[in-house]
């Protein structure tokens, strides 16, 4: 069950663990943007050579959104689906353009959490985790993101049931975690399902927070061997 002192106790435990990040922007929000399109389906390092290639190839935000999707594809090609990436990239920033008049994501600090990720979904290719990365990263928002690696340890930790979906667990742990601890959280949560809380068979024995986790498999026997 999810009481507040529970929540409180496992955030307190994975920054013990993995520390307390402090949260700093990496990259404009437009940047932030594009960058985590191109992170879908593929590793950070993959979306990062592609947003490097992406730079290499145009001088300006105006030109990608000029460009056609092909040229775009091309120089985004390490990124993985790229011509698909491409053709979001492109309409977005096209899109944004047209609305706004020029290709930057500031007036969105003016708005409210939920305004903004409307507005950032309305685009085709920006599903809720991607508008929940750009308010996090780019702008500080208590707003958290859903990956595979949160959704997969939150679901471990009972916050969420078995027919939970992405998209109910961003409202779920939008509802129960401290708007000053969402981006530690995040951050900690994708630590400790990387390198701990795996995919495949967690390591419970070396987990920071084994002991309020109700998944763990610490203190299973161990398989007897065959006769
Ligand atoms: S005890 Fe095991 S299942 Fe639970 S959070 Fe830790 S590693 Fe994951």
Redesign the pocket.
Known sequence: MITPARLVAIITQLEHGYGRPEWRPRFSPLEELVFTILSQNTTDANADRALTGLRKRFPSWEKVAAAPPGKIAAAIRTGGLADTKARYIRETLAGILREKGDLSLNFLKQMGDGDAMAYLTSFTGVGVKTAACVLLFAFGRPVMPVDTHVFR?TK??AFLGPRATRLSAHRILAAITPPPDVYSFHINLVK?GRQ??RAGR???GR?V??PL?P????KEPPLRPEP
């Open positions: 340890v471990r930790l400790h701990v809380c967690p390591l419970c987990c927070i084994e986790c998944s763990s498999i610490a």
